[in-house]
């Protein structure tokens, strides 16, 4: 059984106030809250031990070296992964995702095509455009149904020979919605595509194994788990990294330089250029110890219970619509109420200490899907609790007595 108070105590932020209110923090989607021992082992690694990592010689540098790739290792377990090589740090999902679709404007070619969903973020949408519009590759839209789920009869018509890569996110940022990715991996594979799965919303809050799920490459960021920012993941089968072509140049992804031509280092270095996020990277390992201590299960049992008491307490209020009403939905939770703009409704309840995201969240083709401007979002991390929820409910029915 979690103690939710021990945990929330382990979060200094959580004792500040907001224009004279308790800080209650419902905007975990888009980054979540640090616990005291990843502030520390930030500021341990600047006080104690901080050097470049790999080729260095000196204490500090074997130091540094030995506790950042400790953090390779402990996500290679985190996630299920047969090698630790397999895991490439970036700077977050969104730089993963580029990293990937970068190399394949190289490798696809007119006639080919890449699949990808009305639910993507624009992390994941962005790229493949551009990567087809270089490539001459042919974009292909998975469309949505009005309860917020993929529509697979749409996908299996989409799918054919031509495909070369489907890019589909494991969990909706804005919707929440788990999408059917085991599905997608198998039936792709079966037509020789590769899969690419956006898990920037869903390694937090779903336990991974990248054996058995069988993504060719899987993202995620640290930021949304409970670890530092400017730190990301790129997860990728050895056979799929090793066909794409180099991202970067310079200091650490090489093997031997010359003015005749360069070899590139094997993975993972191939692909990590220059000094990368050491600070973060080392603290990113603390926050997964932090996660697996507590235990992932134990997590995401405990964010649903405040899932489905939000829910029901939120259509208690009169003219309130949720998005994303899909049957297998994890924390997050998108509405509008009937004649007010998602915007207002974030600012007032700001006044009274409630943090919620407003917006169109990176996903317009969504709000473009059901005609909305944008929507009022609450999503859920381990520290919240079904009290911060009833004063969150409370903020918003006064935020619609002023509005109405």
């Known amino acids: 059984m979690l103690n939710i108070k021990e945990i929330r105590a382990q979060f200094p932020i959580l004792n500040r106030k907001v224009n004279g209110n308790d800080l209650i923090y419902f905007d975990n989607g888009a980054t979540t809250q640090k616990p005291q021992v990843v502030i520390d082992e930030i500021a341990n690694y600047y006080k104690n031990e901080n050097a470049n990592v790999h080729r260095g010689v000196h204490f500090l540098s074997g130091l540094a070296t030995d506790k950042f790739e400790q953090t390779r290792n402990t996500i290679k377990e985190f996630i299920g992964a047969k090698h630790n090589y397999e895991i490439i740090f970036t700077k977050g999902a969104t730089d993963s995702i580029n990293l990937v679709a970068n190399g394949y404007r190289s490798l696809l070619k007119k006639g080919d095509e890449i699949i990808i969903s009305e639910l993507e973020h624009h992390s994941n949408i962005v790229p493949w455009q551009i990567c087809s519009e270089i490539s001459g590759a042919s974009l292909k839209v998975i469309p949505l149904t009005d309860e917020g789920e993929l529509k697979m009869n749409e996908f299996d018509n989409l799918l054919n020979s031509k495909t070369k890569l489907i890019a589909v996110s494991h969990i909706s940022n804005t919707l929440g919605t788990i999408n059917p990715i085991k599905y997608i991996i198998e039936k792709a594979h079966k037509m020789g595509a590769k899969v690419l799965i956006d898990g920037a919303q869903a390694a937090s809050h779903i336990p991974l194994n990248m054996e058995t799920l069988g993504a060719d ?126 915007y207002d409704i974030g600012v007032i309840v700001d006044k009274l200490g409630v943090a919620i995201r407003t917006g169109h969240h990176c996903t317009q083709p969504i709000m473009e899907r059901y005609n909305i401007p944008g929507t009022a979002r609450i999503s859920f991390a381990i520290y919240n609790t079904k009290e911060e929820i009833n004063i969150c409910i409370a903020a918003i029915k006064q935020a619609k007595k002023m509005l109405s």
């Open 217 to 342: 490459f899987y993202v995620f960021s640290a930021h949304k788990l409970y670890g530092p920012t400017g730190v990301g993941v790129l997860y990728g089968k050895e056979d799929a990294l090793n066909k794409l072509p180099v991202y970067q140049g310079g200091g650490e992804m090489i093997k031997d330089v010359r003015f005749t031509g360069t070899t590139y280092a094997d993975l993972p270095h191939k692909f990590e250029a220059g000094t990368p996020n050491i600070a973060g990277v080392i603290a990113f390992k603390t926050a997964i110890d932090f996660i697996s201590q507590l235990g992932l299960k134990n997590i995401v049992a405990y964010e649903d219970t405040l899932l489905q008491y939000a829910t029901s307490e939120l259509l208690k209020i009169e003219g309130v619509k949720i998005y994303g009403t899909a049957k297998q939905k994890t924390g997050i939770i998108s509405f509008n109420i009937d004649g007010i703009h998602p």
